[in-house]
């Protein structure tokens, strides 16, 4: 097991496929988009399962799936179906936009077996206010995401929504994105901007106004302690509402305390935390001969520098800008 000096068992890996994404949120790329890694630069899926399955005996049992938007990436549902064949690998979980789900799931009628949960990005249901958060001119967009929620849930896929609230941007859209819980058995979540890279221009809306926000529309908010996600949301029961809501509070209430992750970005470097600049890079002794036992003992000796708690905010005592983005580092 995977423990850091904190004592915290780190069991939970998210890997970046690729930084690629064919969305430009506001906060997380500038409209011109960024410089994308070069494909040499990139780990082969083949390379990631290596990885994996020396994590996997290190104790990481829980997997979810990034980018960038993943699906961009060439073979991605072969990749997910062999991820979850890996020995201790026991959940393995997708985030995506939405945008090329429709395709994903055309592909997965393949005798392709599906995640066991996919997370769907999501800022806006109101076409106009979606174009102007993601700089994509698509405005049916969001009708069609929603199309593909009722087809995941056909399947027997477990489905959250993701939305971050940014001022002056979509914080006309927390109800309507919360009410997708009400008629649905998904979990809508909201979590608070975190200010890495471009998001460090805008100004989040805290989860307790988000909260604020639903009670006075839909009553009062029942704590629920039946979801063992892979991360750190709280959720919560609303009367009525076949779905729940949760909140992932990163900035204004930090549960660094219980955080059992570690981040392996599309070029190969293993990070501990968000905010850290902190790094094991991989890849580079994937490509020059490091045995598998080697590579295990420097991923664990890495682990246990992990940081006791994140810089994004004064909760911890400490507020840093971080020029690095969400695409870069599979946030």
Same mark, same amino acid.
């Given at each position: 097991m995977l423990i850091d000096s904190f004592g915290r068992k780190l069991n939970y890996l998210r890997i970046s496929v690729t930084d690629r994404c064919n969305l430009r949120c506001v906060y997380c790329m500038p409209s011109n988009g960024v410089e994308w890694k070069p494909h040499r630069d990139i780990l082969t899926f083949e390379e990631i399962l290596r990885i994996t399955e020396i994590m996997a005996g290190l104790g990481i049992s829980r997997i979810k799936v990034t980018g960038g938007e993943p699906l961009l990436r060439k073979g991605c549902a072969s990749f997910l179906e062999k991820l979850k064949a890996?020995?201790?690998?026991?959940?393995?979980t997708l985030t995506t936009n939405g945008l090329l789900l429709r395709r994903y799931l055309d592909?997965? $009628?393949?005798? %392709?077996?599906?995640p066991d949960g996919i997370n769907i990005s999501i800022d806006a249901l109101d076409a106009q206010r979606y174009m102007r958060i993601t700089r994509c001119e698509a405005a049916h967009t969001p009708d069609m995401i929603l199309s593909l929620i009722r087809q995941l849930l056909n399947e027997k896929i477990n489905v959250k929504i993701n939305c971050v609230p940014v001022c002056s941007f979509n914080? $006309?859209?927390? %109800?309507?994105?919360?009410?997708?819980?009400?008629?649905?058995?998904?979990i809508v979540r909201f979590i608070e901007l975190m200010p890495l890279g471009s998001a460090s221009e805008f100004q989040s809306?805290?989860?307790?106004?988000?909260?604020?926000k639903i009670e006075k529309t839909f009553g009062k908010?029942?704590?629920?302690?039946g979801i063992s996600g892979n991360g750190p949301?709280?959720?919560y029961s609303l009367q009525d509402f076949a779905g729940k809501i949760g909140f992932i509070n990163a900035i204004t209430h930090g549960?660094?305390?219980?955080?059992?992750?570690?981040?392996?970005?599309?070029?190969g470097l293993l990070k501990l935390c968000l905010s850290d600049d902190m790094s094991l890079d991989i890849r580079e002794m994937a490509r020059n001969g490091q045995s598998d036992s080697g590579i295990a003992q420097r991923i664990a000796e890495f682990a246990a520098c992990k940081p006791r708690f994140h810089s994004l905010s004064s909760v911890y005592g400490r507020k840093e800008k971080h020029s690095e983005g969400m695409s870069a580092i599979g946030g």
């Open positions: 890996v020995n201790g690998i026991e959940n393995v592909e997965v $009628e393949k005798n %392709i077996s599906l914080e $006309e859209e927390i %109800i309507p994105i919360a009410a997708l819980a009400k008629d649905k058995n998904i809306v805290p989860g307790a106004e988000v909260a604020e908010l029942v704590p629920f302690n949301a709280l959720y549960f660094c305390e219980t955080c059992n992750r570690l981040r392996l970005t599309s070029d």
